[in-house]
């Protein structure tokens, strides 16, 4: 393992996933700012593959907040179900949507305060609605960007809150919006929660925290040990 500077360890980490993810895709699909931060709403404890199956069918209906609110919370609730959290997601959908109409003239506010003023939207789909519907520099921090944080030494672990804050203080205020897309498609490929892998991991292998590259050691030692018994048995 290399011994650098943090934000020599910083630069390499950015180049590596630009060599990895030059094309960087926005996951949820969506045609404007309302149906992304719909899209977004649902995504709470779903995967986007899930969300990008259901939303055609609620976008068929309602793709802007005018719509949304001649249907029922009950109607938005039946069609969503399949992405978890429906009781509260269709509340939410329908307040925020009856709230852009009579607040906003029915647009999307480009507006952190007013976006988390709004039902079932906290400060990281706030931070998404800006960084990939207006542009607007963000750094929003999902498990994948919190777990890779900590694995690479650039956070504490400790909250969500203090990881979105030491990437926003390490990396290039014009490169937030692409490195959190980046960083998400590395954690789901390459650094996963389940099955990590440190040969497949290369930022991990290279510039990760001591601590957790000795425990994953550990455990693959481990691992192979019990392997080897149950050989010889």
Request: charged fraction near 25%; glycine fraction near 4%; hydrophobic fraction near 40%.
């Amino acid at each position: 393992m290399t011994t650098l500077t943090k934000q020599q360890k910083v630069n390499e980490i950015i180049r590596i996933l630009d060599e990895l993810y030059p094309e960087i895709p926005i996951p949820l699909d969506h045609k404007d700012p309302y149906t992304l931060l719909v899209a977004v709403l649902l995504s709470a404890q779903c995967t986007d593959e899930r969300v990008n199956q259901i939303t055609p069918k609620l976008f068929a209906r309602a793709d802007n907040p005018f719509d949304m609110v001649l249907m029922s919370i009950e109607e938005i609730q039946e069609i969503i179900r399949p992405c978890g959290l429906s009781p509260m997601k269709s509340k939410g959908i329908w307040h925020l949507s009856d709230m852009i109409i009579k607040q906003h003239n029915g647009e999307v506010p480009q507006d952190f305060a007013a976006l988390e003023a709004m039902p079932a939207v906290g400060h990281k789909t706030a931070s998404v609605v800006m960084s990939q519907a207006f542009g607007v520099p963000a750094f929003p921090v999902d498990t994948h960007i919190h777990r890779l944080m900590y694995r690479w030494g650039l956070s504490n672990g400790k909250s969500v809150e203090q990881t979105e804050r030491d990437a926003k203080r390490l990396f290039p205020r014009e490169r937030w919006n692409d490195l959190h897309l980046q960083i998400i498609y590395y954690g789901r490929e390459y650094c996963p929660a389940r099955g990590f892998s440190l040969d497949r991991c290369i930022i991990t292998r290279q510039f990760g925290r001591k601590s957790f590259i000795n425990e994953v050691l550990k455990a693959e030692a481990k691992k192979s040990l019990k392997s080897k018994v149950a050989t010889r048995r």
